[in-house]
C-alpha cells in the first residue's frame, strides 16, 4: 500500500476511534458561556453569549445591539472575549469564528474587522485606544487598528467582484504554538503581558509601529504549577504590578519589569499543597480547581472565579512595608448562578458575576432543561479596614436604584438580572441542533487542561505510530 494511502487510513481509524472517545471534542468544542464588559466612564454593560452582543444601560434598562452594514460581517460563531477600550470610544468582540470586530460606542456601528488565522483567545487595547492587541490558539498575538481597517489583500478577488475576507492582522510575536490565554497592557501602556498554556507569562514592549512586530522582551514571569488561564492589572496601588491565575488554583502578584515574584495566594487545599510541593500529583485532585475568570477592583480589591465552584472570591491588596500581599477577605455565594464565568467591575464599584443557572418550572421547581444566562450583582459594604467585616452584600430589590430609577428590571429574585437579557437565553434543545451539548458545569478550562494518560496507554499509542507501524 502507497505510504499516502496508508496515512489517510491511519487517519480515518483515529478519528473512528476519537469520536467514541469521552475525552475528544470536535474541533476542540467548548459550550458557549456569557461574557461581560464594563464601559469605563459610562453606565453601560456589555454582555455576550453565543453569537449576540447586547448592550444595556443599567440606569434606564435600554437595550442596544452592535450592527453590521453586510451579514457576513456578523459573528458567525460563538463569542468568546468582549472589552472597551480605556477612552470608551470602541468595544471590541471576538471568538470562535476568527473574526475581531470593532464597534464604536458612539452608534454601535462595526469601524474595523479583522481576520485571526485561528480561533480568538484573547483582546486588549493600547493605551490609546488605536490599536487592538488578539491572540488565538495557535500561540500567535496579532495587532489591527480600531478605526479602519486597510481593504483586504485579494487581487482575483477585487477583479471578479467576488467577496473577499477580512484582512488579517499584523503579527506581533508567537508562544511557539501554546494557546495564548491572556493579553493584558499595562496601566501606563509601555507593556503587552500574554499568558499561555504552558505556564508562562511574556512581558512586551508595545512597539511603536505594531504592524512591524514587537520583538523585545522585558521579561518573564515564571512560577505558575499549571496553565496560566487569566490576567489582571490592579489599579490604584501606586506601582507597576500584575496579578496572574491559572490551572494550579493561585492568584500570584508580580513586578512585570523585571519577572519578580512578590506573592502567591492559594485558594483551595489542592492549591496550597501544590504550591507548597507536598503533593506532585495535587493538580489532579478535584479540590485544585483552575481559576477561570478575574477582575480588579478600586481599593485593591480582587475578585476570582473558580471552575466547579458557585462562589466569587474577594481579596484585597494590602499595604506590607514598601510592597503589598494578597489576603483571602470573604467568599461569596453568587446564588441562583450555577456555573460563574465572567466577572467585573462597574463605575459605582459593583461587582458583576454572569453565569448559567437551571431554568425550573413554577409549578413542580423542577428542572426544564434548559440553560439560562443570569447576573448576580452585589455592592461594596463600605468595610474597609476591619478583617471580619464583608467586603460586598449581595443586591436586594431595595438596592437596585439610582434616584428613583430602577438599575435593572427585575425577574423573581434581586440577583437574577437576565430578564432584560432574556433574548441570550438558550435551551439545551436548541444547543443539540446546533450540533451542541450541554451537561453539567460549562467547561471553560477543558481546552486548557492536559489530558493524563498511563503508562499502559502512552506505550501503546506509541506501537500505533504511523513510523512504528511502517518498520515492521
Not at 154 to 181: Q, R
Not at 268 to 297: I, K, N
Request: with cysteine.
Amino acid at each position: 500500500m502507497p505510504r499516502r494511502a496508508k496515512t489517510e487510513t491511519a487517519k480515518k481509524e483515529r478519528n473512528a476511534k476519537q469520536q467514541h472517545n469521552p475525552n475528544f471534542q470536535e474541533e476542540h468544542f467548548v459550550a458557549p458561556f456569557p461574557v461581560l464588559a464594563f464601559h469605563p466612564s459610562e453606565s453601560l454593560v456589555a454582555l455576550a453569549y453565543g453569537k449576540s452582543v447586547r448592550i444595556c444601560n443599567p440606569s434606564t434598562g435600554s437595550l442596544a445591539s452592535p450592527t453590521a452594514d453586510e451579514d457576513k460581517l456578523q459573528h458567525s460563531e460563538t463569542i468568546r472575549t468582549l472589552a472597551f477600550s480605556e477612552n470608551g470610544e470602541f468595544l471590541v468582540s471576538a471568538g470562535d469564528d476568527k473574526l475581531v470586530k470593532v464597534w464604536k460606542t458612539a452608534d454601535w456601528k462595526c469601524s474595523s474587522t479583522w481576520r485571526s488565522p485561528k480561533k480568538v483567545s484573547s483582546i486588549a487595547f493600547s493605551k490609546d485606544g488605536k490599536w487592538v492587541f488578539f491572540s488565538n490558539k495557535f500561540g500567535e498575538v496579532h495587532a489591527g487598528t480600531c478605526s479602519s481597517a486597510p481593504p483586504p489583500q485579494d487581487a482575483e478577488a477585487s477583479s471578479t467582484g467576488a467577496s473577499s475576507e477580512p484582512p488579517l492582522g499584523y503579527l506581533l510575536f508567537g508562544h511557539c504554538c501554546s494557546i495564548v490565554t491572556d493579553t493584558k497592557v499595562t496601566s501606563d501602556g509601555k507593556y503587552l503581558i500574554s499568558a499561555d498554556r504552558d505556564e508562562k507569562i511574556r512581558v512586551s514592549k508595545v512597539p511603536r509601529e505594531p504592524e512591524k512586530g514587537a520583538h523585545e522582551i522585558q521579561s518573564y514571569c515564571l512560577g505558575h504549577r499549571s496553565f496560566v488561564s487569566c490576567l489582571a492589572i490592579p489599579s490604584n496601588i501606586g506601582a507597576s504590578r500584575l496579578l496572574s491565575a491559572g490551572g494550579d488554583g493561585t492568584v500570584r502578584l508580580w513586578c512585570p519589569e523585571d519577572g519578580t515574584l512578590l506573592d502567591t495566594l492559594a485558594l483551595t487545599e489542592g492549591a496550597r499543597a501544590l504550591t507548597e510541593g507536598d503533593a506532585e500529583d495535587a493538580d489532579e485532585d478535584p479540590a485544585c480547581s483552575a481559576v477561570v475568570a478575574m477582575a480588579t477592583g478600586a481599593g485593591g480589591v480582587v475578585a476570582v472565579l473558580l471552575e466547579r465552584s458557585p462562589d466569587v472570591f474577594l481579596m484585597q491588596l494590602e499595604s506590607v512595608g514598601d510592597g503589598h500581599r494578597l489576603v483571602l477577605r470573604q467568599r461569596l455565594r453568587c446564588s441562583p448562578i450555577l456555573a460563574p464565568c465572567s466577572v467585573t467591575f462597574d463605575l459605582q464599584q459593583r461587582i458583576w458575576v454572569a453565569g448559567l443557572s437551571s431554568v425550573k418550572t413554577a409549578e413542580e421547581d423542577q428542572d426544564t432543561g434548559s440553560e439560562s444566562v443570569t447576573l448576580f450583582v452585589a455592592s461594596p459594604t463600605g468595610n474597609t479596614g476591619a478583617a471580619e467585616e464583608p467586603l460586598y452584600k449581595p443586591l436586594t430589590t431595595a438596592d437596585l436604584s439610582i434616584g428613583d430609577k430602577r438599575v435593572l428590571p427585575m425577574h423573581q429574585v434581586a440577583q437574577s438580572l437576565g430578564a432584560c437579557f432574556g433574548s441570550l437565553s438558550t435551551t439545551a434543545l436548541e444547543l443539540e441542533e446546533e450540533g451542541m451539548t450541554v451537561g453539567g458545569p460549562v467547561p471553560l478550562m477543558g481546552g486548557l487542561t492536559k489530558r493524563k494518560i498511563s503508562e499502559a496507554e502512552r506505550e501503546k499509542n506509541k506501537a500505533n505510530r504511523l513510523d512504528k507501524r511502517m518498520k515492521t
